[in-house]
Nanobody
Framework: QVQLVESGGGLVQAGDSLRLSCAASGRTFSVSVMAWFRQAPGKEREFVGA????????NYANSVKGRFTISRDTANYTVYLHMNSLKVEDTAVYYC??????????????WGPGTQVTVSS
C-alpha cells in the first residue's frame, strides 16, 4: 500500500501563489506516476497535472497550463504543485493521487484525503 498526505492548502486572493505538497509513504517503490486532481463545489473531479517519477516528465490540463507547475523531491518522495496567478475558478479540494507501475491506462490506485484551496476575488 501507498499512503498520500497533502498539505499547503488555504485561503488566498486572486493573483496570488500557493504551493501544495504531497508526501508519499509505504510501498513508494511501486509508484510510477503521481498526479494532482481537484474537485470544485458541485463539479466532477478534474485532472490537474501529473509527473512520471522515473523521468520527471510532467503534463497538465489546459486550464492550468502556464500557471501551475509540478515538481518533485526524490529524496523524500514528495511532489509539489506550484500554483501561480490563482483564479477564483481554481477554488477546489485538491487531491494527490498515485499510480502503480503495473497499472494500465489512466487509473490511479492511491489517493490522499485532499486539501482545500480557496481563492477569493
Amino acid at each position: 500500500q501507498v499512503q498520500l498526505v497533502e498539505s499547503g492548502g488555504g485561503l488566498v486572493q486572486a493573483g496570488d501563489s500557493l504551493r501544495l505538497s504531497c508526501a508519499a509513504s509505504g510501498r513508494t517503490f511501486s509508484v510510477s506516476v503521481m498526479a494532482w486532481f481537484r474537485q470544485a463545489p458541485g463539479k466532477e473531479r478534474e485532472f490537474v497535472g501529473a509527473l512520471t517519477w522515473s523521468s520527471g516528465t510532467t503534463n497538465y490540463a489546459n486550464s492550468v497550463k502556464g500557471r501551475f507547475t509540478i515538481s518533485r523531491d526524490t529524496a523524500n518522495y514528495t511532489v509539489y504543485l506550484h500554483m501561480n496567478s490563482l483564479k477564483v475558478e481554481d477554488t477546489a479540494v485538491y487531491y494527490c493521487a498515485a499510480r502503480r507501475a503495473g497499472t494500465i491506462g489512466f487509473r490511479y490506485d492511491y489517493w490522499g484525503p485532499g486539501t482545500q484551496v480557496t481563492v477569493s476575488s
